[in-house]
């Protein structure tokens, strides 16, 4: 008799010490989906801010947070609140929406078109954001924003026709469908292409990826050399583009297979040196994400930027159908003589105004 009390004991022990580890488990789990759905909001709030005063979020910014972008560093939890009280000051009407976001641990991202003006010059700019997370944690230790000032520039007399004939310039080099109005090499010769229904990853390949974690670590490898692409392996990765596809930077935009292989052969004619190199990188379903640096020279000025890209694969595939890079062209004309004084006199003005840590040398009134 003995012996059956122990043992019904054990048996109900068991069973009390299973259900309070599965209420432990359930219980984790509502934790870690509470601080995604918090992550997520927190991020889109911190983009978004005409949806919420922006002095709420301020509890989110980590005392070492740091801010980034194509003009301004701003370090530090006393330094970026001054810093956002000058930028919203400076762009009251400002209004940005989130189209593409992804959440990855603790990596936000997010693109975004941005509409406003800012010390009433009126502007319209897309943009990407990468937004970091503490561990275990709704606190931002880091923030940077990638778009280009060329979009502000562009409606400020004296700025515009810098940035103008640099973009002019820019497309006469390297976009096939535009009709340029100067005299330049560019290079159309093209090479040989093999046809996109003899390449193992074309829509027709005839197999599909059986392994959804294969297919993962196939987009990455994919996403990455898109991403990393240079003068040397370009014509070996055409076949990871759809017929369909479409490709933005601030510059240039190009609808096609048929146009892409002429810009390809025009941009890195102009960049044979250019070296991409990927930091940050994400991938949630078919959609990827990388932050970049760029070093090289173009027709060459050379020039270093850092950017961020996104791409967008097809479903079950390892074509990707649509690409935008986003990156300052500043950071290119900054090297060129004539246009590096209008770039510089911008990003002073621009500093000025939002920068709390810069020694203006303009005298305000």
Not at 244 to 270: K, N, Q
Not at 337 to 351: I, N, T
């Amino acid at each position: 008799m003995g012996k059956l009390i122990n043992t019904t004991l054990l048996i109900v022990c068991t069973f009390m010490l299973i259900a309070v580890v599965d209420d432990a488990e359930a219980g984790r789990w509502d934790q870690l989906r509470q601080l995604r759905q918090d992550r997520l909001e927190i991020g889109r709030g911190m983009l978004e801010v005409q949806n919420v005063d922006w002095t709420t979020l301020l509890p989110y910014y980590a005392d070492d947070i740091e801010y980034h972008d194509s003009i301004v560093d701003v370090y530090g939890f006393d330094m970026l609140t001054q810093f956002l009280g000058r930028l919203y000051g400076s762009s009251p009407d400002l209004v940005t929406t989130i189209e593409d976001e992804t959440l990855v641990g603790g990596v936000y991202s997010a693109t975004w078109t941005m509409v406003g003006s800012f010390n009433e010059v009126p502007y319209e700019a897309k943009g990407i954001s990468i937004i970091k997370f503490c561990s275990w944690s709704r606190e931002v230790y880091y923030w940077r924003d990638y778009y280009t000032e060329g979009d502000i520039m562009t409606n400020i007399p004296g700025f515009d026709e810098a940035i103008l004939g640099f973009r002019t310039y820019y497309r006469c080099a390297v976009d096939p469908t535009f009709d340029c109005p100067l005299e330049l090499d560019t290079g159309d010769a093209l090479p040989e292409i093999e046809p996109l229904a003899d390449s193992p990853a074309s829509d027709n390949y005839g197999r599909r990826i059986r392994s959804l974690i294969s297919l993962r670590w196939k987009r990455l490898e994919i996403g990455r050399a898109l991403v990393e692409i240079n003068a040397a392996n370009w014509q070996s990765l055409l076949p990871y583009y759809t017929d369909d596809y479409e490709y933005h930077d601030p510059i240039v935009d190009i609808y096609g297979f048929d146009t892409l292989v002429p810009f390809f052969a025009r941009l890195f004619a102009s960049s044979p040196d250019l070296v991409t190199t990927v930091e940050d990188e994400m991938l949630i379903g078919g959609v990827y994400t990388a932050t970049w640096t760029m070093v090289g020279s173009f027709n060459g000025v050379p020039y270093e930027a850092k950017g961020m890209s996104i791409l967008k694969f097809r479903r079950w595939s390892t074509q990707t159908y649509y690409s935008r890079d986003y990156y300052s062209e500043s950071d290119i004309m900054a090297t060129i003589p004539g246009l590096d004084q209008a770039v510089e006199g911008f990003r002073v003005s621009y500093r000025c105004v939002v920068d709390p840590a810069f020694d203006c040398p303009i005298p305000t009134h």
